[in-house]
């Protein structure tokens, strides 16, 4: 399995970005995937999640009303559409994927993305 992020950049305070997560090789067709963040200095949270089927997604509060994650299985590839960015949104982005089988959790990651917002 390889996850594969782009998007990132240097943008201003107030800007838009869309990040991608490109999925290649043997995905479980019953997964989650989700985008996480690391800032320097502190721990990788959870930014936003979604189902397989697109049908449930979460947001972690910081986020919530700006951020949109969204996935299309066809290209398999999710997004993370980010507007109104914030100088505290300033991370490392990573591509995460995750499904159960055979009783074994498979967990993926990708390389990671920055986004660097100024204000």
């Known amino acids: 399995v390889q996850l594969v992020e782009s998007g990132g950049g240097l943008v201003q305070a107030g800007d838009s970005l869309r990040l991608s997560c490109a999925a290649s090789?043997?995905?479980?067709?019953?997964?989650?995937m989700a985008w996480y963040r690391q800032a320097p200095g502190k721990q990788r949270e959870l930014v936003a999640g979604?189902?397989?089927?697109?049908?449930?997604?979460n947001y972690a509060d910081s986020v919530k009303g700006r951020f949109t994650i969204s996935r299309d299985n066809a290209k398999n590839t999710m997004y993370l559409q980010m507007n109104s960015l914030k100088s505290e949104d300033t991370a490392v982005y990573y591509c995460n994927v995750k499904w159960w089988s055979d009783h074994l959790l498979h967990d993926y990651w990708g390389q990671g993305t920055q986004v660097t917002v100024s204000s």
């Open positions: 090789g043997s995905i479980f067709s019953i997964n989650v």
């Open positions: 979604i189902t397989s089927s697109g049908g449930s997604t």
